[in-house]
């Protein structure tokens, strides 16, 4: 009976073992190059009044984005944005689900942001100086992380 109940032992640990293995397979690193932009509209002669929503009328209306500003990863990868500042002087790019800190990226600058996406939803990447319409913003991007 010991050797019986040994090898059950054995059998189950040796399933664990697999399933760990299996799970861990499928996280993977993942990553993305995302620029910024801006839209910005000025009204010519003839046209409509540019409306700003909090504002009223205003001469010219800009809107900072992160470009893509969407992204799908699976629960447990590894994500890298790598954001390069392309329109705006600046931008403090943060990712508080995941703890990432605001980063300061200047215009023309690349630089790298990574973290774990260690729980499903969707979660924010933004930027904490255009974080309204006051400021030309919400300069929003969105993370979709698959999984339970
Ligand atoms: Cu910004």
């Known amino acids: ?9 054995g059998s189950v640990l040796l399933g664990v073992v697999v399933l760990l293995l299996i799970s861990s397979a499928s996280a993977a690193t993942r990553e993305f190059l995302m620029v910024t932009g801006e839209w910005s509209w000025h009204a010519k002669k003839g046209e409509a009044e540019v409306v700003d929503r909090n504002r009223g009328q205003v001469d010219e209306i800009e809107r900072y984005t992160f470009d893509p500003a969407f992204v799908v990863v699976n629960k447990g990868d590894t994500v890298i944005l790598k954001i390069h500042v392309i329109k705006g002087s600046q931008h403090l790019v943060s990712v508080p689900a995941f703890g990432v800190s605001p980063t300061t990226i200047r215009r023309g600058e690349e630089k790298a942001i990574q973290f774990v996406a260690d729980k499903a939803g969707i979660f924010e990447i933004r930027c904490d100086i255009h974080n309204s319409p006051a400021s030309e913003g919400p300069m929003v991007g969105y993370i979709y992380v698959a999984g339970e």
Do not use: E, N, Q, V
């Open 1 to 9: 009976m010991p050797r019986r109940r040994s090898l059950i032992t």
